[in-house]
């Protein structure tokens, strides 16, 4: 089964990404947003662009933007979330 | 067919009230006949450790409950063997309720869940 | 169509998750999806008090949350266990307590920690904001 984790805090990337498998997808939200600037996803990484938007941030490119209603569709793309705390 | 869950613990205990938190959602699944696996990983692993005391900070020990996890029906523990190298535990420092687990067994539990919690 | 539940164990007070929840809320209804119940553990139930009262720029959550709930006919679940000892209780709560007030807001109620796990097992998606 596929997961989707939805990381909201940036200082547990490193944890997160060390269960995530090939099929496996990343949303970063809230704070963690700041990552899309800094990182590439290593499997299929999206950010919320809502998230980005009010920070005053930009994703690098290599994280797929997202708004609530493709945050929505992806919760239903992937076999269940994982909200990573 | 039986659902099946995975709580994993991924904070040390105490600083925050996390550990209880999801031990009390393990054990109520556990009463609704879920499959149900309990994964200790990163910091989560101090949960287990044998000599906890937090009576003398005035908190309730949590980790007695710990022991009863298969008496509630909870067949699956097990405890990152990476996370113990990283910290310098050894297993007799544990209390015997978890197996040692790498992270590819670790990570296929999660796969193989239908919900997943960590709080 | 699918059907939804939440999990908000978010600090109304002091993070996002709370806006988060709302907002993913609002959105998979406006999708035409169906959200069954919103259940609300450990930081997360102080939303529950109706005495929350922010600035009046401010957004208020907990009504924000009563209002979409009826609205829509979903249910706002508050973990008892987790409540009482933040001090969330509603009046049958408080005099079982001998507590000499009850704070719950209306629209919602607090029960055990089952309503999780029913949600979970009726619902296609559960969804942690945290």
Redesign the interface.
């Known amino acids: 089964m596929t997961t989707l984790y939805i990381l909201n805090n940036p200082d547990l990337f490193q944890q997160c990404s060390a269960v995530l498998d090939e099929n496996d997808g990343l949303l970063l939200i809230e704070n963690a947003v700041v990552l899309a600037q800094q990182l590439e996803p290593k499997t299929a990484g999206f950010v919320l662009e809502e998230d980005l938007v009010a920070r005053g941030l930009d994703s690098n490119g290599s994280w797929g933007n997202k708004d609530y209603d493709g945050f929505v569709a992806l919760t239903l793309e992937y076999d269940k979330t994982v909200s990573w705390l | 067919m039986r659902k099946r869950l995975s709580i994993i613990f991924n904070k040390a205990p105490y600083g925050t009230q996390s550990g209880r938190e999801l031990l009390d959602i393990a054990l109520m699944a556990a009463a609704f006949d879920m499959d149900i696996s309990a994964l200790f990983i990163e910091d989560g692993v101090y949960q287990l450790l044998d000599n906890q005391q937090p009576d003398i900070l005035h908190m309730k020990n949590h980790s007695s409950t710990f022991k009863a996890l298969e008496l509630y029906g909870i067949e699956t523990a097990l405890v990152s063997e990476d996370a113990l190298i990283h910290r310098r535990l050894s297993q007799s420092q544990l209390l015997p309720v978890a197996q040692p687990a790498k992270q590819n067994e670790l990570q296929s539990i999660i796969a193989q869940s239908d919900f997943v919690f960590m709080l | 169509m ?1 059907t ?1 539940s939440l ?1 908000v ?1 978010a600090n109304p007070h002091s ?3 709370q806006f ?1 929840a709302i ?2 809320a ?3 209804i406006s ?1 035409g ?1 169906i959200l069954k119940r919103v259940f609300f ?2 930081d997360g139930v102080l939303v529950a008090s109706r005495l929350n009262c922010p600035p009046s720029d401010e957004y208020n959550l907990t009504k924000t949350w009563a209002k979409l709930a009826i609205e829509h006919d979903f249910e706002l679940v508050a973990c008892v ?2 409540a009482m000892k933040r001090g969330i209780t509603n009046a049958a709560e408080a005099e079982r307590n001998a507590l000499t007030g009850d704070n719950l807001d209306p629209a919602f109620e607090i029960s ?3 309503q ?3 949600a ?2 009726e619902s ?7």
Do not use: W
């Open positions: 699918a939804f999990l164990t993070s996002q998750g988060s907002q993913f609002k959105t998979l999708q999806h553990y450990a266990t987790v055990g920690l089952g999780l796990t029913e979970m097992l296609d998606r559960l969804v942690t904001f945290g």
